[in-house]
Structures are given as C-alpha cells and as structure tokens.
C-alpha cells in the first residue's frame, strides 16, 4: 500500500450504530488531519494530530470522537450520527515542517439513515 | 477570519482550448496560497503553491496561477486543456506557515473537458 488508505470506502450506518473510519499513511508523516466534505459547502477541518497529539478541534460534535494511537494510524468514531453528517470524510497527512503540503486518502462516502 | 471564494461552480471547456478557473481571498494579513485538484474517486493532491518570492507558479502539467495582491486573487490558468484534466479543482489560503495546517478551502470548481 502506498499513499494514504482509508476504509471502508463507503458506509451507511442507522442514527443509532455506532461505527469507525480507519486511515492509515506509509508516507513517514508526523500529522493527520481529519477533513469534511459536503456537497455544495467547502472542505471543512476537523481534527489535526501532530505525533499522536490533538492540536486542532475545529468545534466538531462530540458523536465525531478521533484517535490516533500512532504517527502512521488515525481513526474517526461515530455514534448517534444525524442525517445531515452525511458526506465524505477525507484524512490527509503531512509533514510538519511543511503542512501546507498534504497528502490526502480517497475518502469514506458516509451515509447515514 | 479568512474566506476564499471560487466564483465557477462549474466550468466546461473543449479541448485543447485554455481556461482559467477564477480564484479571490480575504485574509488581513499575509497568505500562503494553494491550487488542490481532486480526480475522481481519488482525494486531493496538491498541484501548486505559492508561498513568496515570484507571485507566478507552474505545475508539472502546464497549470499556472499568479497571486495578485491587489487583486487578492489567485486564478489558475492553462494554455490548452486534456481529457485528463478533467478534475474537481480547489483553492486553498493558509495565514503563513504557522497557519498551513488549518487551510480554508473553496467550494471548489469542477472543470469538465468535451472532446
């Protein structure tokens, strides 16, 4: 594998499942992002980890709660989701000497019911 | 607080004709500014950036943007399009390097290449 992987690619999931996203980087980075995709509104940050630690939560509902156990792996867990999350959910990893410069993994397409 | 703004939902071209997909900032202080491009089914990669020095920059596939200040823009511009540019483009701004890692996207311009 190379690049930045996530999975599944596609999810549908009921208000009251609980579920996770998985992303994972072989790109040797020291960040992971977590990034918003609806239809019609711009890319919307959610979450930056530096070495393992949360540095950004960009005032995301606690039924989005994020992990990343290492530099390589970071996970997004979903519970009580709304209809209106429904949307792509990208990560993207970085550098941190250059983090403009990211790398982002094809996305989840989440639907929730 | 920064904003971008891409005035073309969508923008439809034959080929080989040029386009220019149209880009403008607000930001009170100064900017780093970036062009993303997302092929289908796959996520985005960056294709240029500007970050100081000439305010003209080149990708490796004949994109070109100039950063205007005064203008506060950024357009991305190509000479002749492919099929293969065919792609959903974004601009992103970022308050300098401190800030590059919270970018603050555009809604994005999906170009569409007719043969």
């Known amino acids: 594998e190379t690049g930045v992987t996530q999975t599944p690619r596609h999810l549908v999931m009921g208000m009251t499942n609980k579920k996770s996203l998985k992303c994972e980087q072989h790109l040797g980075h020291n960040a992971m992002y977590w990034y918003k995709q609806s239809a019609k509104k711009p890319l919307e940050l959610m979450f930056v980890y530096n070495f393992k630690e949360q540095t950004e939560n960009n005032s995301v509902p606690s039924r989005f709660s994020p992990e990343c156990p290492n530099s390589s792996h970071l996970f997004l867990h979903l519970h009580t989701l709304q209809p209106e999350d429904s949307a792509l959910y990208l990560c993207a990893s970085s550098q941190l000497d250059r983090p403009y410069e990211q790398y982002f993994g094809p996305g989840t397409r989440l639907t929730v019911t | 607080a920064q904003s971008v703004t891409q005035l073309d939902s969508q923008v439809p071209v034959f080929e080989e004709a040029p386009v220019e997909l149209r880009c403008n900032y607000s930001?009170?202080?100064?900017?780093?500014l970036f062009w993303y491009v997302q092929y289908p089914n796959q996520g985005l990669q960056l294709l240029l950036k500007?970050?100081?020095?000439?305010?003209l920059v080149e990708s490796i596939n004949g994109f070109e943007a100039e950063f205007n200040k005064s203008q506060t823009s950024f357009h991305l511009r190509k000479p002749s399009v492919h099929i293969s540019d065919t792609a959903e483009y974004f601009c992103?701004?970022?308050?300098?390097?401190?800030?590059?890692?919270?970018?603050?996207f555009g809604q994005g311009t999906r170009l569409t290449i007719n043969p």
């Open positions: 500007y970050l100081s020095g000439s305010t």
């Open positions: 930001s009170s202080v100064s900017v780093y």
């Open positions: 992103a701004v970022s308050e300098g390097i401190q800030g590059a890692q919270k970018l603050v």
